[in-house]
């Protein structure tokens, strides 16, 4: 877009950038309204962390401790790393966005899969690089296609695994395939958003291979699992030169008082993530299995939600299924943005959420094919 005369102009690359859109809330609908659309936990924040939070509501007027020295600690023991090395941020979005503005400019270039996580090409953009897209196979990442669009410009590369909106994940084989194939110079980003969820023998967040690296770093966030979205919470395990780098230009009082002390009592619940590990992989099973006999597909999910995909046909879209489920309170996510026209993700709910949604799937399916015959 042109600069308009008698104003100031953004730089080159902000004006190509499509905002965000988060998940719907429901907003505008009336009665009872279950949100599926914003891959949250359904048994909420562990009680020791809301007691945390609420405790620390006597120190509002009081800067937090600037290096979130208390989080930092806390996460180094509970994943057995060096804190120093730990950089936090608000939200994993925060620590994608200041990689982005550490190591990418004009003339840059960074590279992501076709239906990675939308954040990765904002923050391309903002910096005035370049976005380069991945194809996949299957709504998988592949390597190859990665490792095939590197260039002498090649300064980033942003995988999340699993990845965003698919459910779909690499193996650590893989990953180490691609990290042995970048030049030493290039950044492999592994967002780890939804490791605590995945239940695979070949599947490894990317500590080890960042704690052996020069150019790998791994994010992570308390917003899934965790149930702390509101307080927004995530950080980085870095090689140190890159952990250096980034504390030079986040915000020096980044991470909210509130916000450290939840994370700290969250990670010290364990029996909570547990319990929210053992809904999620009941749920899951039952939810495909329920929708594939209704006929639909669904992505393989090693995540919190699935991929739901309709069928190609005059009453039966993903936007006609959508419109029906907003009628009876139920808001799932469109994924058009994503590049699936025809899909709609929802995260697993509660136990109550999830039968409404196969319920509700089935009487919208059923009526749209007898009204066809």
């Not at 509002?60 to 600690?73: F, M, Q, T, V």
């Not at 929210?276 to 939810?287: G, K």
Request: glycine share 10%; charged share 20%.
């Amino acid at each position: 877009m042109s600069a308009v005369a008698g104003r100031p102009a953004p730089k080159p690359g902000i004006m190509d950038i499509s905002p965000y859109v988060p998940g719907d809330d429901g907003a505008g609908l009336t009665g009872r309204v279950f949100k599926l659309a914003s891959n949250e936990t359904p048994l909420g924040a562990s009680p020791a962390a809301i007691a945390a939070y609420r405790d620390n509501a006597s120190r509002l007027a009081i800067y937090p401790d600037g290096s979130a020295s208390a989080l930092r600690k806390a996460i180094g023991a509970h994943f057995g790393l060096n804190p120093d090395r730990i950089v936090c941020g608000a939200g994993s979005d925060e620590v994608l966005n200041l990689i982005a503005w550490a190591y990418l400019g004009p003339g840059d270039e960074a590279i992501y899969s076709r239906h990675g996580f939308l954040v990765y090409r904002i923050a391309i953009l903002g910096c005035g690089a370049t976005p380069v897209v991945a194809e996949e196979k299957d709504a998988r990442a592949d390597v190859d296609a990665l490792l095939a669009c590197v260039s002498p410009r090649t300064r980033v590369v942003y995988l999340a695994n699993p990845n965003n909106p698919t459910g779909t994940y690499l193996p650590i084989d893989e990953i180490r395939r691609l990290h042995a194939g970048l030049p030493p110079g290039v950044l492999l980003v592994l967002d780890g958003a939804y490791a605590e969820y995945v239940r695979r023998n070949d599947y490894e967040a990317g500590i080890e291979l960042v704690a052996t690296s020069e150019n790998v770093v791994m994010t992570r966030t308390f917003s899934k699992i965790y149930g702390l979205a509101n307080l927004r919470l995530g950080w980085a395990y870095c090689p140190a030169h890159v952990a250096d780098v980034l504390n030079r230009i986040r915000g020096p009082f980044n991470i909210s008082g509130p916000a450290i002390a939840a994370g700290v009592a969250a990670l010290g619940d364990q029996a909570h993530v547990d319990a929210a590990v053992a809904h999620n992989e009941t749920w899951m099973a039952r939810l495909e299995a329920a929708f594939t006999g209704l006929g639909l597909k669904v992505t393989p999910s090693v995540a919190n939600f699935l991929l739901v995909h309709f069928p190609d046909v005059p009453g039966l879209s993903a936007a006609q299924a959508d419109a029906f489920l907003r009628s009876r309170g139920l808001v799932l996510r469109r994924v058009a943005a994503y590049g699936f026209d025809n899909a709609l993700r929802m995260s697993i709910g509660s136990a109550e959420a999830n039968e409404l949604v196969i319920a509700a799937l089935g009487e919208f399916l059923g009526g749209r094919e007898a009204g066809r015959r």
